[in-house]
């Protein structure tokens, strides 16, 4: 069974910077589009940003120009740079990747990050 493996939450200062990294546990042999999604406490899970296997980016308007994504399609891996951390990006942070011919969803299984002084 593929699993998604998610790694570089944790706590950041205000202003500081975190890049979260996201694996194929092995390998697919086409993934479509891979997302990071955030879900805060009490609050739904919402897009933070989204890449297509060709490049395409969209971001959360919250988080333009603050975050980077990118992928490295040869390692099925999907990278979140998140840089001008604010109190208000702390939540709980999954990746997502959809793939094959019926564009299966598949989740990570979630990490924490939380920015505070």
């Known amino acids: 069974q593929v699993q998604l493996v998610e790694s570089g939450g944790g706590l950041a200062q205000p202003g500081g910077s975190l890049r979260l990294s996201c694996a194929a546990s092995?390998?697919?042999?086409?993934?479509?589009?891979m997302g990071w999604y955030r879900q805060a406490p009490g609050k739904q899970r919402d897009l933070v940003a989204i890449i297509t296997s060709s490049g395409t980016t969209n971001y959360a308007d919250s988080v333009k120009d603050r975050f980077t994504i990118s992928r490295d399609n040869a390692k099925n891996t999907v990278f979140l740079q998140m840089n001008s951390l604010k109190p208000e990006d702390t939540a709980v942070y999954y990746c997502?990747?959809?793939?094959?011919?019926?564009?299966?969803?598949?989740w990570g299984q979630g990490t924490q990050v939380t920015v505070s002084s």
């Open positions: 997502n990747a959809v793939y094959g011919p019926m564009r299966v969803t598949i």
């Open positions: 092995r390998g697919i042999f086409s993934i479509d589009d």
